[in-house]
């Protein structure tokens, strides 16, 4: 893979650059892709001398990749990136990704259809029964009702764990609840679909008709239980450790108390970054229950 002082680099490579240089702030754009271009055409002058030689391909894509990472902090600085994390925009962003990656995978949710399809033809057109007055045997009714039963299962299992486990909500602001709102939204659509469009393609992909029944059918719904479950405990349990005000994760946790006392129970205190208040949050059942105060603007600053 020759190259002459005079050759421009390969096109793969400045277009590699061009696309990382899309990410790097305005202002200094044009001198971030000066410098990454001299360094690609550096380096392709070594590979034309053989000093990097049977490694050419691969120091160029590692110049690439280095240069999307300096775009991307330059763009996004660290600091920046850690708060947006803490904030809801991070979890629904998240939601929305998965969302789109498991529709892009199943090839626009094709099981979940098939469920849908047979659910509705099983409802509007029924099997009419044999002439002995038995009932016609209809392998859709099979399909919806071994479908429908585990998700209201899972549903009755996730309103058990939430009554059950403490997860008081005593802050209040519609900001607040629209959030909890849209994550109890997005956990009821996503992990019925994941477990339909996974357990479909275990089934395809497993051959024994004993493996199918136990890992396709029993195992996956087991574990559509279970995850459904744990989702239900942490949709509230995110929702404790926010802020009502900016809905932001609270941080610097200062645990006081112990488990074994009755009149100091274990308490674990977060604070806001932005200074909105302070969460004292119960860990066990003697104590009173979540407390927020709301602090001055004074805080704002610390």
């Known amino acids: 893979m020759p190259y002459r002082d005079e050759a421009p680099p390969p096109l793969l490579y400045r277009w590699l650059l061009r696309i990382a240089g899309s990410l790097a702030p305005r202002g200094v754009r044009k001198e971030w892709r000066e410098r990454w271009n001299s360094r690609l055409v550096n380096l392709c002058i070594l590979v034309d001398r053989g000093e990097v030689a049977g490694r050419d391909r691969a120091e160029l ?9 300096n775009a991307f902090w330059l763009r996004f600085n660290r600091a920046g990136l850690h708060r947006w994390t803490l904030g809801p925009q991070f979890v629904l ?5 998965g969302t789109a990656l498991l529709g892009l995978i199943s090839h626009g949710f094709q099981a979940t259809q098939a469920v849908v399809s047979a659910a509705i033809y099983w409802y509007v057109e029924p099997l009419e029964p044999f002439k002995t007055h038995r009932m016609a045997y209809d392998p ?3 399909m919806v009702v071994g479908h429908m039963v585990p998700i209201f299962l899972a549903l009755a299992i996730g309103a058990t764990l939430v009554l059950i486990g403490r997860l008081s909500l005593g802050r209040y602001g519609w900001r607040y609840w629209l959030y909890l709102i849209a994550k109890i939204v997005f956990v009821m659509v996503f992990v019925p679909l994941l477990w339909i469009e996974g357990s479909r393609w275990l089934w395809n992909l497993l051959t024994p008709e004993v493996l199918r029944v ?7 719904t087991m574990a ?9 405990i942490w949709i509230f349990d995110d929702q404790r450790r926010r802020c ?13 108390g112990s488990r074994a006392s009755t009149f100091d129970p274990i308490t674990t205190e977060f604070l806001c970054d932005d200074g909105h208040g302070a969460l004292s949050l119960a860990e066990s059942e003697v104590g009173d229950g979540d407390r927020w105060v709301s602090l001055d603007a004074s805080w704002r600053g610390f």
């Open 214 to 220: 136990w890992v396709a059918g029993l195992g996956a």
């Open 61 to 69: 894509m590692q110049l690439c990749r280095d240069a999307l990472c």
């Open 93 to 97: 962003a998240m939601g929305a990704v």
């Open 140 to 142: 859709r009714g099979d």
């Open 224 to 232: 559509f239980l279970g995850g459904f479950g744990m989702a239900s």
């Open 244 to 256: 009502p005000e900016c809905l932001r994760r609270l941080a610097r946790p200062v645990t006081m």
